[in-house]
């Protein structure tokens, strides 16, 4: 049985902290919102911004910056 190693506890792995509070701004008493949230899953999912666009994880919805939204006719 040499070469085997105790089983017991795990050690605790700490979890990253919340990067939401770095879409906020404070100044003076008030709050502005410096991110955008997603316009088809609501309030509390933030777009992701990247290179040209801005993304959302949770449903795919995208938009790309200096381009108007294609609105289609019926």
Do not use: W
């Not at 017991?8 to 949230?37: M, Q, R, V, W």
């Not at 040209?52 to 108007?68: Q, W």
């Amino acid at each position: 049985m040499a070469g085997k190693e105790k089983k017991g506890k795990k050690p605790k792995k700490n979890k990253p902290t919340s990067k939401k509070y770095s879409k906020y701004k404070i100044e003076g008493d008030k709050i502005t919102l410096n991110a955008k949230f997603c316009p088809r899953c609501g309030p509390g999912i933030f777009l992701m911004q990247s290179n040209g666009r801005k993304y959302c994880g949770k449903c795919h919805y995208s938009e790309f910056e200096g381009k108007e939204p294609v609105k289609k006719e019926a």
